[in-house]
């Protein structure tokens, strides 16, 4: 869930809240690991999310994919690519 809507639980989901999400789904399967790894709490993730907080680059990874992962991660919603610009 993006950070907006964690901190604003009345906001309905949007296609930016979508490509966040995206972007978590992205860094789990690229680092073979999840960010809820290490004994972290969803309420927990959700809460150093927020403050803008975000997992750290993998070992070896193409630097061109975890700039899109970031693009994805950005903390303001429309700074973030759409899914078309993803493709």
């Not at 978590?24 to 690991?33: D, F």
């Amino acid at each position: 869930i993006a950070p907006e809507v964690m901190s604003c639980p009345d906001q309905a989901p949007t296609r930016a809240g979508d490509v966040f999400a995206f972007a978590l789904i992205m860094y789990q399967i690229v680092s073979r690991s999840s960010a809820l790894s290490g004994g972290v709490t969803r309420g927990e993730l959700a809460a150093r999310l927020v403050t803008g907080w975000r997992p750290v680059c993998p070992p070896g990874l193409h630097v061109g994919v975890w700039q899109l992962i970031n693009r994805c991660w950005a903390a303001v919603p429309r700074a973030r690519p759409t899914m078309d610009e993803v493709r």
